[in-house]
Structures are given as C-alpha cells and as structure tokens.
C-alpha cells in the first residue's frame, strides 16, 4: 500500500529504479552462483582439490578436466570452486570488519568531542595517505601470515575511509531536527545514537561498503598471491594464480582460470555496488 | 654455503642452501641436442656480455659469504690455489706443486712467482698467509670459508715462494676447499686498507683473476672489466693469456618470468637458473643453447627427526619414505630437467653410491603394513591415522621466503601423498628467524634442505654426531650413531680413494635404509646462452667460467 503511494507521488523515477539492465542483472546473477558455490563447492564437483596424481599433470583443458590440471595433476576446476570459499570470505570478512571499526571510529570521532575527533581525523589522515596496499601490507607483517590476518590487514587498511565517512553522516545527522528533538526529549546518549544517528548516518556506509568488497577482494587476493594468506594446499584464488604465473606460456589454465575468477566476481560486485548506489543516493548527484 | 642472507646461523644455511640453481654441481656438463660446441672460428678478443642471473649477493666478500651467487661471480675475479676438474682431480693454479704429509695434518705449496694482483702487489706466500688468517680469525665472521678452513692451526712462510698451512686435526678436504672461489685471495694491501669495506663490493675487492670488479649498481648490475696482465690460467683453461672479453656485466633479474623475457627476447646474452619449464621451448630455438650441470653435493632430501615422536620409530620413517611417490612428482614439476634423487649425494659428487638407485621405490602398500606394525591402527574422522586416539601428524615448518626451486608445490606433493597413507603433514609457515631457531632446538619433525658442494665430506656435516644441530651443525636428523661417526671420521682422515668411496658409500647405505632421510631430487643447473657466445664453461662447482668466452656479436 505505501508502495502503491509512493508510486503516486514520484511514478516516474520509481519505475526507472526498478528496471534492472542485463549488465546489473548478469552481476546479480553471478554473485548469487558465486555465493551458491561458496556454500556448497560440493554441488558442483566431487573433484578433490587438494588430491594430487602426477601422472596426470599439466592436462589441458577437457571433458575430463574441465578446466584441465596443475602442475601435481589437481583438477583446476575442482581447485577454483572450493577457492571460492576462503577467497570471498577474505574479501567479505575484510568489508565487514573494517565497516564495523570504521562506524565505531567515526561515531567516536563525529561525538566523543573535539580531542577524540582531532585524534581519529588525523590519525585516517596520516593513515589515508598511505596507498592501502601498503598499509595491508604493514599490518600483515606484523600479524603473521594466515587467512584471519589478512583479513584483519585489509580491514585496518580501509578503515579510515569508513570512518570519515560515517563521521560526516553523523554529523549531518546530529544536527537534524529529529535528533535534537530527540535530545531535547532527554533520551539516553547511547540510546540516541543507536535509536536515531548510527540508522541514518548507515546508509551510504553499507553503499561504499559495496564497492569497498570489491576492492578488499582484489586485496585479499593479492596478499594471498605474495604467500601471505591461505596456506598451501587449500585452494585460494589468489595463491592459485600466484601458483600459475610460471606457467602462462606452457600452461595458462592453471592461472588464468582462478584470475578469471577473481576478475568476474570483482566486476559483479563493483556493478552491483554501483548500482545499489545509484538507487540509494538517488537524485543526489555523485 | 649459500644462505639467502648474511649472519644466519649455517644450520639456515643448509636448509635453504644449495641456493639457485647455480648452486654447485658437477662432473658430466651434460649438454642438450643442439648445445655442442659449435666451431665458430677461431676466438675473437673484445666485447661485453651480459649474464642474468637470479640472486644480487648480499654480501661480495669470498671470505665472508655463504652464497653460493657470490662465489660463483667472484670466481671470475679470485685465483685459487689448486684446480679441481670434473672427475675430482687436482691440478696446479697459482701453486705449481704441493705435498701433503702422511698424517694428513701439513699442506705445503710452491707458488707460481710471476702472479700478480690488480693493484700491481705480487702474489706470493704472504698473500696466502695474510689470507687464510683472515678467514680463520674471529673477527671477520665468516659464514663459510672458514668451515671450509675445517681445524686450522696456521700458515708459516718458508720462503717467498713456499707455504705451509697446518691443521691440528689429519683433514683430507683441505685441497677441495682450496680450489673454490670462498678460498680465493686479495691483495694484502686491501686487506690492509679495506677489509671491512669488501662486502659492499666495488674496485676495493682486488684479486688475481681473469677479471677485475669495476663497479656495483645495487639491485640493478655488476660490472667486471678486463684484467689485461692475466696469465696464469688453470691447466683446465682453453687458453693462457687475458680473456677475451673486455666487460661483464651481470644483471640482477629475480622474477622467473623476467629474466627468461629479456634472454628470450636478446636484451641479455647469457641467462642463469633456467626455470625447468621453460627449458623446452627455448632448447627449442636454434640461436639457443642450454648448458646443464649435474648436482654435486646433498641432494635436496627431506631429514627426518629420528630423536621425537614419531619418527623415533624407523618403521614410520620408513613407512614416509616408501609412500612418497617421488619419481612421478619430480618428474612432473620440473619437467624432466631434474633427476629424481636414491641417495643423499648428488649423482655428480665423488663417491656416490650408484648400487643405492632404485632399491626403495614408490610402495604405498608396504608403507600401510609398516604403520600397521608400528601400532598406528586406527583411523580418525579425516582419515588420519590414529595410535591410542592420537592422530598420526608431523610438523614441517617452512620458511616461504627462502622457497625456490618450486619447493613448495613439491612440499604439498609430498603432503598429499602421505595423506593417502593417513599421515598428516602441517606446515606452519614462520619467518626464517623463528625457522631458525626451531631448527636448532630441533622442533620439527621434518626438515628439508641440499647443501651444493663437490665433495662427498658434506655427510659428515649431515649424519655425524658432532654436528648435532644443537651444537650449531647440520645433522637435522639428529643421528646419533657410533658407526656412522667412524666411517665419516675416516673417510675424511685419508686421501685413499678407493678408502673413501667405500666408507662413504656405507654411510649412504645406512641413512636409507634406516630411513634417517628420504632424498627428493637432484637439481640440475641449468645456463641459456644466445648462440653468438663461444667457450663458456661450468667448473665442478657449477660456477660459470668466463676467462674463455668469447661473442661473435660486435
């Protein structure tokens, strides 16, 4: 019924909203394989990926091999879909991280005063003009190697944007009227900011956050292509590829088809985050 | 030797050693089908070269440095006192004739009299005695020559042209070590003058050599120049007199793919460390050819802790090294360039035992009655062999920032293997201090490593109770054995060949089939050259020769 309303009164935009192109369709479409393949690499094959038979080394791609074998006669194939597991969940896990420290240090910042947000602002400052490969980098040196610290690496390393941004959001939102009605009606600081600031400051978070996944993947995978994430043998798109570039002239199926992964499922999500944004911001121009 | 970086202790040094595929091999310079010798006229004078190589030294000083890289470049620019050829002989260099006492304890040289160092400084006993005492003394913490020194007591001056060099110990290997570049001399006065400023490399580093170090360019090349005086090649030379060349520049390209790139496309003339799968294609090209190298040394092997659980038993270790099926592996992952090893020697090395070659094959069925046996029964949810509900697991830690040689897909080989007999391999991956330091103290089950050098003495660094890597040695096995004490003692208390084969071989033998190691493969080294080079050799030690190579490019 509220929808039928909101129709009324703005028809036009809401239609073209709704339209879903090919292009955001087919994103939609592959993240959701994707995401099926995470959960259950088993519905797809029953290839072990980590079983190895040199007498079947370095098989082309093929009916028995789809996607052919590596270097100790794994099945690339069996290899790329039980890599989607531990490869988006490093993507994943890195976003959801660093969007939960980046709204907590932005609320800090934005209403902990000026100290607090002095300290926070600068310190993304000092950290923003790091390239954030870099500053992964950093972290996963002093964390170790494994696929929880890079995770964790990537997150700190693209915290800061979060938390400028939810620091801006709150403060847009802290001076709005219904927040300080709010305040005025003597509501709990923390209730007020859990009740009214942290859901409208949200918003455009979980929008870059969208985007934010696409980058931390490229990330995840590339610290995992340096040996630093996913240890051998369990398959992780980014060592694969890291497994394969000796190979691209005499076997390129061992690295092009996990770079093919990493690449469809970037592009899906930067589609999909683009236009979750779009229909988010809507008429504000970006 | 060949240690990745400086100041690790020489444990790290064996376990990451035999660094490259540069690293020392030997004997038959096996050539592919297009690699004869062409006859392309008679030598031409002048020129550069340009050689990629894999390693930038991290340290220049021969006397200092572990490297294997390091000693192979130097060698172009330091003498040494003997010559050793592909079937083990000696043959006179800056000596001319030596005798050694009966006792094995007094070496005593007559020098050539008419070498002289770069800077003009003649090459005479002193410049032997300044030396050698400089690798044995304490302070100039040298990671290798001076092991290769072994138990050294002094060099006495007889006359300008005759040197004594004693050892508190009878010590057979002495000649050995003094035919490699880590025993190579400087001129006293830059000893005197810059002896704490050789690591850095630059002209300081004067020798006697074909060629003289010009400049250094880190991370980028190094530069040798023409030594015009030189003449005093080794017996095994093709010629007497200068190089050939005028300048040799080598270039530091680590990335594979890069350095195969600019040989492939003629930015360089020569390429070292030949990635095994890009062999093919290349041998392929007719302006190409590939210049192979059998490995002389300890074999890339895994050693197995026979002092903890559990391969305390031998037939768990036995069981590991019947169920790894080695020669398939081996075979797949570097593309039949390397050779599948049956003994902790390298095929190239004097007294290798040739009977041990397929005497423990591939016998998975064998290895399941053996843990059978040994008591590991049961089976656990992941299919792990289990014994009083404990899992059958070994710990194998690595050091990913010293792998080479595709030694990690061979670890996950060997890993996936094992697993097949219910044998759990984890491999917690550390930074090479942390590697180190477990390594000493000797928490792992498993610990993998080659050592590159023609000589068969290196068993005794590996299996003798002396050498317990708690006492800063390399026997990563943690064999406490009295037999394989005395045969290693004794082989190196004699030059008596026929001796020496025979003990060295029994000591082969045992560590099999005790199963004390389970030897993976022996490298091959593998040099690319562009068909205008002409006269480039590998000696023993698979250190690339430079004093004949003429190019035809102008």
Redesign the interface.
């Known amino acids: 019924m509220a929808q039928a309303t909101i129709d009324k009164a703005r028809p036009v935009r809401i239609r073209r909203r709704g339209r879903v192109g090919p292009g955001v369709a087919s994103a939609f479409a592959v993240l959701a394989l994707f995401a099926l393949i995470g959960l259950a690499p088993g519905l797809f094959t029953d290839t072990s990926p980590i079983e190895t038979d040199p007498l079947a080394a370095l098989r082309g791609p093929g009916a028995g091999h789809w996607f052919g074998t590596d270097q100790l006669g794994r099945d690339v194939f069996a290899r790329v879909l039980h890599g989607a597991r531990p490869s988006l969940l490093l993507g994943l896990g890195a976003t959801v991280f660093a969007l939960i420290g980046g709204t907590l240090w932005g609320l800090a910042s934005a209403l902990g005063g000026r100290v607090a947000d002095q300290v926070g602002m600068r310190l993304a400052d000092i950290m923003l003009s790091l390239p954030e490969l870099l500053l992964a980098l950093f972290v996963v040196t002093l964390l170790g190697r494994g696929t929880v610290d890079v995770m964790i690496a990537v997150a700190v390393a693209a915290m800061p944007g979060y938390a400028r941004l939810v620091r801006a959001e709150a403060l847009v939102v802290r001076r709005s009227g219904y927040v300080e009605a709010a305040a005025g009606l003597g509501l709990l600081r923390g209730v007020l900011i859990v009740r009214h600031v942290l859901p409208n400051a949200i918003g455009p978070l979980l929008v870059l956050g969208t985007v934010g996944f696409g980058t931390s993947l490229i990330y995840a995978s590339g610290l995992s292509f340096l040996g630093l994430g996913a240890q051998p043998p369990s398959p992780e798109w980014g060592a694969m590829l890291s497994e394969g570039r000796g190979f691209l002239e005499t076997a390129w199926w061992i690295g092009v088809f996990p770079g093919a992964a990493v690449t469809c499922a970037v592009i899906a999500v930067n589609v999909a985050g683009r236009h979750a944004r779009a229909r988010f911001a809507g008429g504000i121009a970006r | 030797m060949r240690v990745i970086r400086p100041r690790l202790p020489r444990i790290v040094g064996a376990a990451l050693a035999a660094a490259f595929v540069l690293s020392a091999c030997s004997s038959t310079t096996k050539t592919g089908p297009n690699a004869a010798e062409p006859a392309a006229g008679p030598p031409v004078k002048g020129g550069s070269v340009t050689v990629a190589i894999n390693t930038e030294p991290t340290c220049f000083d021969i006397h200092v440095s572990p490297q294997d890289i390091t000693a192979s470049i130097q060698r172009n620019v330091f003498d040494s006192l003997v010559a050793q050829d592909d079937q083990g002989n000696f043959q006179p260099w800056l000596a001319t004739s030596w005798e050694v006492t009966p006792d094995l304890t007094g070496y005593t040289f007559k020098l050539r009299t008419d070498v002289k160092f770069t800077d003009g400084t003649p090459f005479d006993a002193n410049a032997v005695k300044v030396n050698f005492d400089r690798i044995a003394a304490k302070t100039t913490k040298s990671q290798y020559a001076a092991s290769l020194l072994g138990p050294y007591a002094g060099t006495e001056v007889l006359d300008p042209a005759t040197v004594r060099i004693s050892f508190t110990k009878p010590f057979a290997p002495f000649l050995q070590a003094a035919s490699t570049a880590y025993l190579g001399f400087y001129s006293p006065q830059t000893l005197a003058a810059n002896g704490d400023k050789l690591c850095a490399g630059g002209p300081q580093l004067v020798g006697t050599g074909p060629f003289r170090f010009a400049a250094h360019t880190k991370g980028q090349s190094l530069t040798l120049e023409n030594n015009p005086a030189y003449n005093w090649a080794p017996a095994g030379a093709k010629h007497q007199g200068a190089a050939y060349l005028d300048k040799l520049t080598f270039r530091f390209l680590t990335e594979?793919?890069v350095r195969v790139g600019a040989f492939a496309g003629g930015q360089v003339d020569i390429a070292g460390s030949i990635?095994p799968?890009?062999v093919?294609?290349l041998e392929g090209r007719s302006d190409v050819r590939i210049l192979r190298h059998d490995f002389a040394g300890a074999v890339y092997s895994l050693f197995l802790n026979t002092t903890r659980a559990p391969f305390d038993d031998e037939r768990v270790r036995r069981a590991v090294q019947r169920a790894i099926?080695i020669g398939?592996?081996v075979?797949?992952?570097y593309f039949d360039q390397y050779r599948r090893a049956w003994g902790p020697l390298g095929p190239a090395t004097p007294g290798y035992d040739k009977a041990l070659e397929n005497t423990w094959p591939y016998d998975p069925a064998l290895a399941g009655r053996l843990l059978d046996e040994a008591g590991w029964t049961g089976r656990d949810g992941d299919g792990y062999r289990t014994r009083d509900g404990k899992r059958l697991s070994v710990q194998w830690p690595s050091a990913?920032a010293a792998v080479r040689e595709?030694r990690?897909?061979l670890?996950?080989?060997v890993?996936?293997?094992l697993?097949k007999i219910g044998v759990e391999v984890q491999?917690p991956?550390l930074?090479l201090g942390a590697f180190t330091t477990n390594a000493y103290a000797g928490r792992y089950d498993v610990l993998d490593m080659s050592w590159a050098r023609f000589e068969p003495d290196v068993l005794r660094l590996y299996f003798n109770s002396a050498n317990l890597p708690s006492a800063g040695g390399q026997n990563a096995a943690w064999l406490s054995n009295p037999q394989i004490d005395q045969w290693t003692d004794a082989a190196a208390a004699t030059l008596d060949r026929a001796a020496r084969d025979r003990l060295y071989a029994q000591t082969q033998g045992w560590v099999i089939e005790h199963a004390a190691v389970v030897p993976l493969y022996a490298a091959t080294t593998l040099f690319a050259t562009g068909r205008q080079i002409n006269g480039l050799r590998l000696d023993p030690n698979a250190w690339p020769l430079f004093h004949d190579v003429w190019s035809t490019r102008r």
């Open positions: 594979d793919s990635p799968v890009n093919k294609s099926n398939p592996n075979q797949s992952i990913p595709q990690d897909i670890a996950q080989a890993q996936s293997d697993k491999r991956a930074d």
